[in-house]
């Protein structure tokens, strides 16, 4: 599994990809170690590029989702369609992260989540247009 980063001013955005290597549970638990001490209020993972799970893989994102809920930081995941989307479908409600479809909504999702937040400038950029 391939993360990519990307440092946005209300949240820290990782992006998962399939690499042919099923183990991504290490780049990925790195990657989560990174966004949590970042200081952002909140990290949206982009599941656009990412076809496969495996368990240890998913095994790691529930653990983190646990560990930001303790801190009140929102993990939201997006883009998040075919046996992955299937495969968290089937866990319970309460220990899956949100799910929505694209980036905009996790923004939303965000900003509800965390009132006393400034607005978030994907918001102000559509707005202004």
């Not at 391939?2 to 990925?28: K, M, N, T």
């Not at 990657?31 to 590029?49: E, F, N, T, V, Y």
């Not at 994907?122 to 707005?127: D, E, G, I, N, R």
Request: net charge positive.
């Amino acid at each position: 599994m391939e993360v990519y980063r990307e440092i946005l001013p209300e949240s820290y955005l990782l992006i998962l990809a399939d690499d042919g290597d099923a183990a991504g549970g290490p780049q990925l638990s790195c990657a989560l170690r990174r966004a949590l001490r970042s200081g952002k209020p909140s990290i949206w993972i982009d599941c656009s590029h990412l076809h496969n799970l495996s368990f240890p893989t998913l095994r790691v994102l529930l653990r983190y989702y646990r560990r930001l809920q303790e801190r009140h930081i929102p993990l939201v995941l997006c883009h998040l369609d075919g046996p992955v989307g299937h495969l968290l479908a089937k866990l319970p409600t309460a220990l899956r992260p949100p799910v929505v479809p694209s980036l905009l909504d996790a923004e939303r999702y965000c900003r509800i989540q965390l009132p006393a937040a400034t607005p978030a400038p994907m918001a102000a950029l559509h707005q202004a247009t």
